[in-house]
């Protein structure tokens, strides 16, 4: 009973993701119009035929800024994402395998990284580079590596010591081959698990870092610029903020229930 | 226990330094020309580019512009707001209580829900009150705290006309009116992770021997709860208390921004807008101070809260 109806948990989240991602890839194609078209005869018009969640103050058209806005921040975290992932798992791993002064030097280089609280940090980082979403990102990006890092280079203090790593040193592998080859595979269960929830927590971020301004500039925009701009007209068009609000809900609530899936899964299969 | 809280006290001593090393190296990598900020942003001529930067000492080499800014730190003086022309120091200390207040206020509204909720979700364990308080979780953490804000605002405030949506007050009980509402969205925000931490205490302790006696010995439900479980429940909440300080001091950036409170958080904002250097170093020095400060104050707590942890 219990795991049929968290499976039905999972399965909605899944089924979710797919189709605000397919909205934002298809964007071009399934937007009604163009998201910066200006019509000031259709300013904050109302939800209707023509425009499905009506217009904002400048009368562009809701549902095809949603659908824009999510282009950029999915495409945003996913480089988020990709970019810590990348360089945190190089790191950690070469951190855990080898040892010795590159891995004290590393730890407590990130030692100081993670006095700061992360989203301060992302701040300061942002506010140095100046703004623009390539900066956000760069930004969350630094913040995410020393949490990816430390992930990585515990788990490979761990599989270092299993005799398939033995077994390839006796073959006389390179360390780059063990590591990568070897050693990685067997511990992406775990790093999937965190870019699956890393993922939700960039989209919060990378909203907050908009909604300040630090983010995404005009004309693009994201879902965190779209709340940003939504605060002058709440009073009398609440769905502007509420619309790109409960996107990046729908969208963090569905990939922490992922993360929470695959975790249970690994843990459920370490056990047996 | 008196000395190994100096030693630890000693051990921030680098961590502090190179942070703050961080700090004046990422602010001064900024691309953009502080002399020209100074000047206002207008187009200025060469001259007055110089005087400004031999009268703030920007040809100074960096690491002697460094030396300069922490040795000043250290005596309590962030330098001078570009901007304003205050004392960064006098302008963090302005607005530090308002921060406090709706730091305080929010994790106590956190915990108050946060741990009844979690108690009743681990004795319901796999019922629907526990499902229902799961998603209800999940759903607060996911939410921006920005969105709950402006949701809260427009509900309590607009609608129904509770409570004041904006700015602050004055007096302590108007103050705390106006706090009310960024506190609460605070709170939603860091409830999640209290609640998931009290519930997986919980349903440890109820599954433990000792717990599993005092039912056993037919004391009424509320006292094995209550007494029994809880108390040993509340330890590792303690540590994830003491860590969520770090998210509620950014918390309150976004927070303070989103209904005009005048704090700290909206202090670094601003600062950052309009790339006033002296604000921006101040301020995050002073918050990750008090981060790792914080931090060791909970390690402490921690022996006493939990009699079998000694530390010497």
Same mark, same amino acid.
């Given at each position: ?68 806005g999510g282009r950029t921040t999915l495409l945003s975290a996913l480089l ?193 | ?133 799961? =998603? &209800?979780?999940?759903? /607060? !953490? +996911?939410?921006? *705290?920005?969105?709950? @804000?402006?949701?809260?605002? %427009? ?31 605070? =709170? &939603?925000?860091?409830? /999640? !992770? +209290?609640?998931? *931490?009290?519930?997986? @205490?919980?349903?440890?302790? %109820?599954?433990s021997n000792y717990v599993q006696t005092a039912i056993a010995k037919g ?26 300080v770090g998210f509620l001091l950014t918390g309150t950036v976004l927070v ?57």
């Open positions: 009973m219990k795991k049929s109806r968290g499976s039905v948990a999972v399965g909605a989240a899944g089924i979710l993701i797919t189709a605000i991602v397919l909205a934002s890839a298809l964007a071009p194609i399934a937007a009604p119009y163009d998201p910066d078209k200006q019509d000031l005869s259709a300013s904050l018009a109302r939800p209707s035929a023509a425009h499905v969640l009506g217009t904002d103050k400048l009368g562009r058209d809701l549902a095809s800024r949603l659908a824009y988020v994402v990709a970019l810590s992932t990348a360089v945190g798992t190089a790191l950690g791993l070469a951190a855990g395998y080898k040892g010795g002064t590159f891995d004290s030097l590393l730890s407590r280089a990130f030692d100081v990284l993670l006095a700061f609280p992360a989203l301060l940090l992302a701040l300061v980082v942002a506010a140095a580079l100046g703004r623009g979403i390539e900066n956000a990102i760069a930004s969350l990006s630094v913040v995410y590596v020393p949490m990816i890092t430390r992930l990585m280079r515990s788990a490979c203090l761990v599989e270092r010591k299993l005799p398939y790593v033995e077994a390839g040193k006796a073959l006389g592998y390179s360390s780059a081959r063990i590591m990568f080859r070897h050693i990685l595979p067997n511990v992406a269960p775990l790093l999937l698990v965190q870019v699956a929830i890393d993922f939700g927590y960039s989209i919060l971020d990378l909203a907050a870092l908009s909604f300040l301004g630090l983010g995404v500039q005009p004309p693009v925009s994201d879902w965190g610029a779209m709340l940003a701009e939504s605060r002058d007209t709440l009073l009398i068009a609440p769905r502007l903020a509420l619309a790109p609000g409960l996107a990046i809900m729908i969208v963090v609530v569905s990939f922490n229930l992922l993360g929470d899936a695959l975790r249970e899964r690994l843990e459920t299969r370490k056990r047996a | 226990m008196p000395r190994y809280a100096v030693r630890r006290l000693f051990q921030l001593i680098p961590v502090l330094f190179l942070s703050s090393v961080a700090i004046f190296a990422i602010v001064r990598l900024s691309p953009s020309d502080p002399a020209i900020l100074l000047a206002g942003g207008r187009q200025s001529s060469p001259e007055t580019l110089a005087a400004i930067r031999a009268k703030y000492r920007l040809n100074d080499p960096l690491p002697r512009q460094y030396i300069a800014w922490a040795g000043n730190a250290l005596r309590g003086d962030l330098g001078e707001s570009f901007r304003l022309k205050q004392s960064v120091s006098s302008m963090i200390a302005q607005r530090l209580p308002v921060t406090l207040q709706l730091i305080l206020m929010s994790m106590v509204l956190s915990l108050a829900v946060a741990v009844p909720l979690g108690v009743i979700a681990a004795a319901n364990k796999g019922r629907p009150a526990d499902r229902a308080i799961t =998603a &209800l979780a999940l759903a /607060a !953490l +996911s939410s921006p *705290v920005f969105l709950t @804000g402006i949701v809260g605002m %427009l509900v309590f405030s607009y609608y129904l006309g509770w409570l004041p949506a904006f700015g602050s007050g004055t007096g302590l009980v108007e103050n705390l009116r106006y706090l009310l509402l960024p506190s609460i969205a605070l =709170a &939603l925000n860091m409830l /999640a !992770l +209290s609640l998931r *931490v009290t519930r997986n @205490g919980m349903i440890e302790a %109820l599954g004391l009424p439900r509320r006292t094995v709860l209550v007494k029994h479980a809880l108390r040993n429940a509340l330890i590792p909440l303690s540590t994830v208390t003491g860590l969520q303070e921004y989103t209904f005009g409170i005048g704090g700290i958080g909206s202090l670094l904002v601003n600062g950052i807008q309009s790339s006033d250097y002296p604000v921006i170093q101040g301020t995050t020095l002073f918050v990750v101070a008090a981060f790792l400060l914080v931090n060791l104050a909970v390690d402490l707590l921690y022996a006493a809260i939990d009699p079998r942890i000694r530390y010497s």
